[in-house]
């Protein structure tokens, strides 16, 4: 018995940090890493000048 809630526990902890990875997690680290790229290539364009054909 205490092995199975023990169990129990741990799958609903498991489900919610799933969740908030899912949810939470992967776009806020996917909008910062994009974002971040996006004002390292405008700093790089102020610097440096737009790129040339």
Same mark, same amino acid.
């Given at each position: 018995? #205490? +092995?199975?809630?023990?169990? #129990?526990? +741990?799958?609903?902890? #498991?489900?919610?940090? =799933?969740? =908030?990875?899912?949810? =939470?997690?992967? %776009? ?8 971040? =790229? ?6 790089? +364009?102020?610097?440096?000048? %737009? %790129?040339?054909?």
């Amino acid at each position: 018995m #205490e +092995q199975n809630i023990s169990s #129990e526990k +741990q799958r609903k902890y #498991e489900k919610n940090t =799933f969740l =908030f990875l899912a949810v =939470f997690l992967a %776009p806020i680290l996917s909008v910062i890493i994009v974002g971040g =790229f996006g004002f390292i290539v405008w700093i790089s +364009q102020m610097l440096f000048g %737009p %790129p040339t054909s």
